[in-house]
């Protein structure tokens, strides 16, 4: 009875070792981009212009919108110029879903508010025609209630990124605020 409870535990004990060992061999990968970088996506082509980290007032300012915020906070912002690279319209609705992934840092992550976003985006077409260009503003909130004080205090100090998924890898883009 002893040696089979050594060979099961013997077993278990080489299983989880070679478990560490396949995941420690294969991290994920993500690939990291900047600001003004351009990245080939098959049909689309993205473009990351440039980012923003404003309070809300500063926010409905740039974008010449009136939205009320409950709360204290920030708006983060990412403005992506797509491009179609096919030859035959993509819909709206599939950019969006290609692209709308969310913004991330060390003590926080969110997809976009659809609400911001729509208030922001002027769309002129009910899709992306071949060959033609589009920005694209994704916008999140960052509130205050959601952090201790000490966070909120210095939350202009983290490192942020725009995140899409993409096969096979993760692509991170570097928000420059």
Known sequence: MRKLVAIILSCFVVFWIGRIYSINQNPPVTQYYNIEDT???????????????????????????????EDDCKVISIRIDVTNMSESDISWDDVFNFIEVGFESS??????????NQRVNKFYSDSLKPGTTQSVWL?????????????????????????????PHKVAVRLEL
């Open 39 to 69: 990245v080939d996506c098959g049909d689309l082509q993205l473009y990351f212009a440039e980012s923003h980290f404003d309070n809300s007032e500063d926010f409905n300012g740039r974008f010449d919108v009136d939205i009320e915020y």
């Open 107 to 116: 003590v926080w992550q969110s997809a976009p508010s659809s609400l911001i």
């Open 139 to 167: 916008c999140a909130e960052i509130k205050k209630p959601w952090f201790k004080e000490s966070s909120w205090e210095n939350i202009d100090q983290y490192d942020y990124y725009y995140v899409l998924a993409l096969d």
